[in-house]
């Protein structure tokens, strides 16, 4: 059986904000990923089918094609599309703001002044390390898989996940199946595999969701994949690293879309010792902008070069920044964390 995850008294607390509000918003992160569509669309089905509520799921921007095929996705209104729209409601008819799968408020990009102006009271249920959300209430746990798990638990603990159904099974599936890379790391926990025992008897079809996921891109993904191998991949022998970086030139010879270069940075993590891979992406339309990803193996921990080097974090073996610099600069910086992180991955 699973532990509580809130308090008698935190339970409590929630159920009343959630009854005492009319207008309720489900908010994930900018460059969405499964966990962040997961846990919004997991909490936001929770909340309409067990409280008769109609809760709005808004992201920031565009999320990856491989996660349209979500239930509800066609409900989910994107920030940059509607900023005139989503920002009245945050102003004036939110009554409930839920933070899903985010630690702090510029992770929601150009919806930050007025996801902070909001009057609506927060919740922010989340994963990350050091969260600083103003919320009325904090629902943090960083030793959980992913926000989805997270939904899970709050699903049980308040009674609800029997009347829930497909639609909040599935996102929830493929946010955890999605942050734990397929269940490969970051999963140890035994209440993880209970879950999923749980979200089976929903007669979900684990291994669709799975090909829904990872086998379900274009042609030119697999054939960036092969060149980013082939010909940008890095390798630091000494070090048991690696890093690879995809110039504006080398995305737009792939016809990059969204989410092609997902899972591109755990490849190199298959080379026998290796322990670190860094991803290096341009912006598309901004310039000096790099987006960046480290994946790390047992206990080098990517999230503390993450925030040394990187302007970011994350988890132990699962972390994300960016650089304002050009690509020449950004090699400059990933050659200077791994030699600087040397001892760790010799």
Known sequence: MLKDLLTTEECEQLLTLIRESDTILCIGHQNADGDAMGACLGWAEMLRVCFGKEPQVIVPD??????????????????????????????????????????????????????EDTPA?????????????????????????????????????????????????VPVYCGMMTDTGAFTYNSDDCDIFFIISQLLTKHINKDKI??????????????????????????????????????????????FIKGDAEGLVNMPLQIKGHKLSISMREDTEKENMIWV???????????????????????????????????EEAVKIAEKAIEAYRELLV
């Open 62 to 115: 565009q999320y990856p094609d491989f996660l349209h095929w979500l239930p509800n996705t066609e409900k989910v209104i994107r920030y940059d599309k509607h900023r005139e729209g989503c920002d009245w409601t945050l102003q004036h008819a939110a009554d409930l703001v839920f933070c899903l799968d985010f630690n702090a408020t510029s992770r929601v990009g150009d919806m930050q002044k007025a996801l």
């Open 210 to 255: 799975y090909r829904n996921v990872y086998h379900n891109f274009s042609e030119d993904r697999l054939r960036l994949m092969g060149f980013v191998m082939l010909e940008k991949l890095v390798v630091k022998g000494d070090c048991h690293a690696s890093f690879f970086t995809l110039t504006r030139d080398d995305l737009k010879r792939f016809h």
């Open 121 to 169: 009271r927060k919740v922010l249920i989340d994963h990350h390390l050091n969260p600083t959300v103003d919320a009325t209430m904090v629902i943090s746990r960083p030793q959980a898989s992913s926000t989805s798990e997270l939904v899970f638990r709050l699903a049980w603990q308040l009674g609800t996940f029997e009347q829930l159904g497909k639609n909040f099974a």
């Open 293 to 327: 990803s480290l994946r790390s193996v047992d206990q080098f921990p990517c999230n503390k070069m993450a925030e040394e080097f990187f302007n970011g974090g994350g988890h132990l073996n699962a972390s994300g920044g960016k650089l304002n610099c050009s690509m």
